[in-house]
């Protein structure tokens, strides 16, 4: 069946450098994408989304780029800080549905002090 | 603004046995989710509500899990009875309305650990 799922389960960055997290879809119906960060213990925290209109996304410190061609989403964190340990999900939606979130396995970032 | 509240935070129940998360969405938001997250995986869609309404049971165990929303506000998810496949994280949350507008924000709670023995 359809899923979306990401390349990589971990990833290890060293704090001010840049990361970058990213994640492959397989439905093309899919017109909405977000990013989520889940600290321990809490619920998924909304990041940045995009619609599939666009290709690309700024937020503060955050970008998220669409390659609708090659289906892949990609996350880019500038100046990582501690703060931004966590897992990321990214999530597919169909706008014209139900607002159904299908969301990816995560990536779990790690900044190095 | 206060978020999403849910309760219990955690639970310890026995294989067969019953349990019951209630979740309490965002003042004004119509729209409740309720999602299975197991170890390492991400949320799973389990049921979606607009108002008192079911819009999305398509991947709810019908056999042993039930959710209700009577009067539109507070929720409650139900496993009767449990399995140990069912130890997961139970996540909660609310949007403003479907429909005109673009897709809607949703907002998570903290979510209930469930760990069946």
């Known amino acids: 069946g359809e899923s979306v799922g990401l390349h990589l389960p971990t990833l290890s960055v060293q704090e001010g450098d840049n990361s970058i997290i990213n994640c492959a879809y397989s439905?093309?119906?899919?017109?909405?994408f977000i990013w989520y960060k889940q600290e321990s213990g809490k619920g998924p925290q909304f990041i940045i989304d995009?619609?599939?209109?666009?290709d690309k996304r700024q937020g503060q410190r955050v970008t998220v780029l669409l390659n609708k061609t090659v289906k892949h989403l990609s996350l880019q964190i500038a100046a990582t800080q501690p703060g931004d340990s966590a897992v990321y999900f990214c999530?597919?939606?169909?706008?014209?549905?139900?607002?159904?979130?299908?969301f990816g396995t995560g990536t779990r970032l790690t900044i190095i002090p | 603004e206060a978020g999403v509240a849910q309760s219990p935070r955690y639970k310890i129940i026995e294989k067969r046995q019953s349990v019951a998360f209630w979740c309490n969405p965002i003042?004004?938001?119509?729209?409740l989710y309720w999602y299975q997250q197991i170890l390492g995986q991400g949320p799973k869609l389990l049921i979606q509500?607009?108002?008192?309404?079911?819009?999305?049971d398509s991947q709810l165990p019908k056999d042993r899990f039930s959710a209700e929303r009577l009067k539109g506000v507070d929720s409650t998810l139900k496993i009767q009875p449990a399995k140990l496949e069912d130890s997961a994280v139970y996540l909660c949350?609310?949007?403003?309305?479907?429909?005109?507008?673009?897709?809607?924000?949703?907002?998570f709670g903290p979510g209930t650990r469930l760990t069946v023995l």
């Open positions: 949350a609310s949007s403003l309305d479907l429909g005109a507008g673009g897709p809607r924000e949703q907002f």
């Open positions: 439905n093309s119906a899919s017109d909405y």
């Open positions: 995009i619609r599939s209109n666009m």
């Open positions: 999530a597919e939606n169909n706008i014209h549905g139900n607002e159904k979130l299908t």
């Open positions: 003042s004004g938001h119509a729209t």
């Open positions: 509500f607009q108002n008192n309404g079911v819009v999305d």
